[in-house]
């Protein structure tokens, strides 16, 4: 069972625009996210996070929302530069006391920018 | 931050041996985690590695498959024994501080191909 999901495997846009990406989750019990970009032959980086008590972090020109009746989070990226091409995931906690974060990722999207 | 270096980045081998995966954090850490990325599909936890006493599996995976060392903070090795075809994927290690809202670095994996 695929408890968070990324529907799209792949995402084309514009250099200047602006990318959405999406990820559903179907635990209720979830209450952090995290978005992490990965190049290839690299690990995964992380990029932004939040928590369930908000609905909205900025970190520049990344934007995370959070839409916790619809199990939904999206991230925005805003203008897209052609260093943003990369697999993105999202992934999803339940934050145990001391903790103790497990991981539960999408299997990704694939994001290009095109100059 | 935390900067996560894994031994061997890849390695090809055959039916039925072993391979010893090594990852080593640059400074002391609380949490240790070992994940499996198989070809197409998201990260999957395979266990978390626990200093000074036995892992903890993830639904899944077991010890004699893939046991785990992790002799102090920094280190940590994964064993994928008796290999298999299905074996094949990225495995990564990541790392965090423990603490509540604490992010997860990842190392840059290593990249297994068994014949």
């Known amino acids: 069972d695929q408890q968070v999901k990324q529907n799209s495997p792949s995402l084309s846009v514009q250099e200047g625009r602006i990318s959405i990406l999406n990820c559903d989750y179907t635990n209720s019990m979830f209450d952090y996210f995290l978005w992490y970009k990965k190049y290839p032959a690299e690990g995964p980086t992380f990029l932004i996070s939040i928590s369930s008590i908000k609905d909205k972090n900025e970190d520049g020109r990344f934007t995370v929302f959070l839409n916790k009746s619809a199990k939904h989070l999206s991230l925005h990226i805003v203008p897209s530069q052609p260093g943003d091409s990369a697999v993105y995931f999202c992934a999803a906690s339940v934050l145990l006391g001391g903790g103790n974060e497990k991981l539960t990722f999408g299997t990704g999207t694939r994001l290009t920018i095109i100059p | 931050s935390a900067v996560i270096s894994q031994k061997p980045s890849r390695d090809i081998c055959q039916r039925g041996t072993s391979l010893t995966i090594q990852c080593q954090v640059d400074s002391q850490v609380t949490m240790m985690f070992w994940y499996r990325q198989q070809p197409g599909q998201s990260l999957t936890l395979i266990a978390t590695?626990?200093?000074?006493?036995?892992?903890?599996?993830e639904s899944g995976f077991v010890i004699d498959k893939f046991p785990i060392s992790r002799p102090n903070l920094t280190f940590s090795t994964l064993t994928v024994s008796n290999m298999s075809p299905e074996d094949s994927s990225i495995y990564l290690c990541?790392?965090?501080?423990?603490?509540?809202?604490?992010?997860?670095?990842f190392g840059p994996g290593t990249r297994l191909t068994v014949l």
């Open positions: 590695a626990n200093q000074g006493s036995e892992a903890t599996y």
């Open positions: 990541s790392a965090s501080r423990g603490e509540i809202t604490d992010t997860q670095y």
